[in-house]
């Protein structure tokens, strides 16, 4: 899906100002494309949208989190009473239809909350892997910081790739690496450009 993203000949090409495909056919940038969008959807979760399938839940609370963030919708969730499962559905705070329902209260944290008929807040059936849910993860559309981001990023790489280091495109001083699994060889700018899209820490 990385290339939806960002496209090798409309976006990059002339980003790096090349004129043409180099003679690999652009085998290699293509390379560099997909592992830089990797490595900054290991900081913002993914953006193109991606299927989870099945993820397993532990119940007793009244909210899960899912864990592949952003979450752009929930396609089923099933939880597990005693033997028997229930299909829950999607039924916001104020629109109540029964005692199987929930909400998403959170999509940039994937929090999803059991709701009542009255919409109150319900726990979930106690047990151990009784909840299943299938969602889909991402965002809509790609924003534009992260867009600009994937761009300098790959403009980076290539550059020190080429040049052995020596900046070929004006490179500024914020060049020093930042902090964070991707830290070496993410240049600060492009740290910064993450910033509103950087995936929230959950605890508990």
Known sequence: M???????Q????????LKSMPSDGGAKLQGIIDACISSIEFETG???ATTITNEIHDGGDTSIYLRT???ISVTTMTEIIGMIPYTLTLQPVGAP???FGFS??????????????GSQPFPFYANTGNISVTYVAGMSATPPNLRLAIL??????YQWGQQANRPAFG????EVPGPGPTGYLMPNRVRELLEPNLRPIVIG
């Open 2 to 8: 990385t290339t939806e993203i960002v496209d090798l």
């Open 10 to 17: 409309a976006d990059v090409l002339p980003y790096l100002g």
């Open 46 to 48: 993914p953006i193109s």
């Open 69 to 71: 963030v952003p979450v």
């Open 97 to 99: 239809v029964d005692n």
């Open 104 to 117: 998403i209260d959170d999509y940039a944290a994937g929090r999803i909350t059991r709701r009542s008929a």
């Open 152 to 157: 300098e990023f790959v403009k980076h790489i």
């Open 171 to 174: 490179a500024a001083p914020d």
